[in-house]
C-alpha cells in the first residue's frame, strides 16, 4: 500500500495511492509494497526500492548507502512492543533531495501513533 503525505496549511495530509501529480508529497510510505508499487515508485523517483530480502540483510554495510543521489538506511524497529511476542523487523528509509520515502512490512509503534497527529500538527505551531 502506498501512502503519500502531502504538505499543505503547516501539517500534513494523507493521501491514499500515488499519481504523478502527488510527486509533490514530502513523505511516502511503502507498507507491503507489492511489484507493481515498487515498480510506480521507481518510475516516478527515479531510486531502486530495496527488497524485503535485501532489508533484512545482516551486514551493518547493507543498512547504510548512498545510490543515485538517494540516501538509504534500515533500521530493525519493533511492532507489538506491549505484548509478549514483540515482532522486530526492518524499515527502511530513503531520502531523496525533495522526498522521504518508508519501506516496511509491519508497522510499528511509531508509525501508528504517527498518523494521529500529523493530522494536528497545524494546531500545535498555532
Known sequence: MITAYVHEGGR???H?????????????DLLSPVGDEEAQIESLLGIDV??????????VSSRLYTEGGASFMTAILP???????????PVTFVLTPTHLI???YHEPQA????????????ARET
Not at 530495496?50 to 540483510?57: I, N, Y
Not at 511492532?79 to 523487523?89: I, K, L, R, Y
Open 16 to 28: 491514499e495511492g500515488l499519481t504523478k501529480p502527488d510527486v509533490t508529497a514530502v513523505w511516502i
Open 102 to 104: 518508508t519501506v516496511r
Open 79 to 89: 511492532a507489538n512492543a506491549d505484548g509478549d511476542d514483540v515482532d522486530m523487523q
Open 12 to 14: 500534513l495530509v494523507r
Open 50 to 59: 530495496p527488497t524485503k530480502e535485501e532489508m533484512e540483510e545482516i551486514e
Open 111 to 122: 508509525f501508528r501513533t504517527f498518523r494521529p497527529s500529523s493530522s494536528r500538527s497545524a
